[in-house]
């Protein structure tokens, strides 16, 4: 099993940037596709970004297309999501999530996975 702990939120006003992270630990012999969701005050969690095992391969969520970038860094067990050009649409809880799968694999679906993190608040100032 995997252990994921996400950092890097906090209060930032709109046209500001944050960059999240998630520290996987545990079974991280694996190779798992990740992802970022993320849900606001009386929402459902909705997909943010995706990234397979390999780095290759990537997918964003329309809303945040150009705007927010992922990536990882495998020797450190880590994956990133860099946030620029804030709205306070984006005020959310946001949640790392990690999937066994083959290196290109992204993952999409919510239900496409079974680890989760604890989820970390991001507010957006207007």
């Known amino acids: 099993q995997v252990q994921l702990v996400e950092s890097g939120g906090g209060l930032v006003q709109a046209g500001g940037s944050l960059r999240l992270s998630c520290a996987a630990s545990?079974?991280?012999?694996?190779?798992?596709?990740m992802g970022w969701f993320r849900q606001g005050a009386g929402k459902e969690r909705e997909f943010v970004a995706a990234?397979?095992?390999?780095?290759?391969?990537?997918n964003y969520a329309d809303s945040v297309k150009g705007r927010f970038t992922i990536s990882r860094d495998n020797a450190k067990n880590t994956v990133y999501l860099q946030m620029n050009s804030l709205k306070p649409e984006d005020t959310a809880v946001y949640y790392c999530?990690?999937?066994?799968?083959?290196?290109?694999?992204?993952?999409?679906?919510?239900?496409?996975?079974?680890?989760w993190g604890q989820g970390i608040q991001v507010t957006v100032s207007s």
């Open positions: 999530a990690a999937e066994p799968r083959w290196p290109d694999i992204v993952v999409v679906t919510r239900g496409g996975y079974n680890y």
């Open positions: 545990g079974r991280t012999d694996r190779r798992y596709a």
């Open positions: 990234i397979s095992w390999s780095g290759g391969t990537t």
